[in-house]
């Protein structure tokens, strides 16, 4: 049996005065989740525990079938895994955000624009040069867009209170900065890089053109490396990963599931939703259980980009559920379900810890009701998981 899991990151919202009142998922075309509803079932499940931050990290974990009480060390660690950076004990990585700070020292922009990954390296390799002098024990790695990474190799206690910079924008930065043991160091690598990173060419040229300086790094979700049962060992299944962001390709390094590449996969709204679709199929040959994940809604809802979140939405519909659903129907006995990590509203540009809806249909599911899938079905549903990390058993059950 070929077990299917579709992950369209921070899909789920609230009602929007723009959409009249309706949901991006309620308005949003989408005949192929609706089929998955119709000829299975809709459910709701609590990914991110209460306590444990919002977003992805954690609620991707609870998803792949992990308790993130005891898997989540951080979201630092799980990235620096997808850029091969082995962590030794006691070593501690933090996500590294070049952001914009505007003329008011408030915090204007979490991706620099969403700054290109030839231009952030050029900036994190001078960082990188810079600190490598003045600070010991720190090193910077560049990543994907305005994503990268740094690494505390020192023996000071480092457990700072970091806060991400997509939960504090427009506002003024200084006074969310880190905080507690070790904060210093990392607040003199924020504070002590922003002359260099005003005056480089970089953002010179950008400044020019219009667009968003990268005139700060934002540290946070820092952690040691986590341990993690391979995903193998726990579910008896042979598994892939097919995702662009760093976050949940480390991730599956940890839990050792293949990680496929497509061409064009971007990890924003302008990705290649079809490849992604058709690796998926492909992958159906030497996987039994495929786990496809896609940026775009929570970029678009991040952007507070209402038409983008809902096109995205469309194209996930129409260029990944449609074609791996039919391909699976083609195949014999298979399960598929559709099913966001977290709701990033667009009414607060930021993510939220309630319960999200997913669709599942398949063997041994029976269509009680037929519903659309949408927030409020989730809500409706008499399936619900409050313990996250226990719809991937009952997922992938016999
Ligand atoms: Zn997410």
């Excluded at 050792?256 to 998926?280: C, F, H, M, P």
């Amino acid at each position: 049996m070929k077990f299917v899991m579709i992950v369209p990151d921070g899909m789920a919202d609230w009602s929007v005065k723009q959409l009249n009142n309706r949901t991006p998922l309620q308005v949003a075309r989408t005949p192929n989740m609706d089929r998955v509803a119709a000829e299975g079932v809709v459910g709701q499940v609590l990914t991110t525990p209460v306590g444990l931050p919002n977003g992805s990290a954690v609620a991707n974990l609870s998803l792949l079938g992990y308790d993130p009480h005891e898997a989540y060390t951080g979201r630092g660690p799980l990235e620096a895994a997808a850029l091969g950076i082995d962590l030794a004990p006691g070593e501690i990585a933090f996500r590294c955000n070049l952001v914009t700070i505007d003329e008011h020292d408030r915090l204007r922009d979490y991706s620099a624009g969403e700054i290109p990954s030839r231009e952030s390296a050029i900036l994190i390799n001078a960082i990188r040069k810079k600190t490598a002098e003045e600070v010991a024990n720190v090193t910077f790695y560049p990543g994907i867009s305005f994503r990268s990474l740094m690494v505390y190799r020192g023996t000071s206690r480092m457990e700072p209170v970091t806060t991400p910079p997509h939960d504090i924008m427009g506002q003024p930065f200084e006074k969310h900065l880190p905080e507690g043991a070790g904060a210093s160091i990392l607040k003199k690598l924020m504070l002590g890089t922003r002359r260099m990173l005003e005056q480089h060419e970089v953002n010179t040229v950008r400044v020019d053109l219009g667009e968003n300086p990268a005139n700060m790094i934002w540290l946070w979700g820092g952690g040691t490396a986590p341990r993690l049962e391979p995903f193998a060992k726990r579910f008896s299944k042979k598994g892939a990963v097919i995702a662009a962001v760093d976050l949940i390709r480390g991730t599956a390094v940890y839990l050792e599931l293949d990680r496929i590449d497509v061409e064009g996969a971007t990890g924003s709204t302008d990705t290649n939703y079809a490849g992604k679709g058709q690796a998926a199929i492909d992958a159906l040959d030497d996987y039994d259980f495929v786990f496809v994940h896609i940026e775009a809604p929570d970029t678009a809802a991040h952007a507070g980009n209402v038409e983008e979140k809902v096109r995205a939405i469309e194209k996930i519909d129409r260029e990944i559920v449609g074609p791996v659903h039919d391909a699976l129907k083609e195949r014999g006995d298979y399960r598929l379900i559709v099913v966001p990590d977290h709701a990033t509203p667009i009414e607060t540009r930021t993510h939220v810890g309630e319960p999200v809806p997913f669709a599942l249909c398949g063997a041994n599911v029976e269509s009680i009701r037929e519903m659309p899938f949408t927030e409020a079905a989730g809500n409706e549903s008499g399936l619900k998981f409050d313990i996250g990390y226990e719809l991937m058993p009952y997922f992938l059950r016999a």
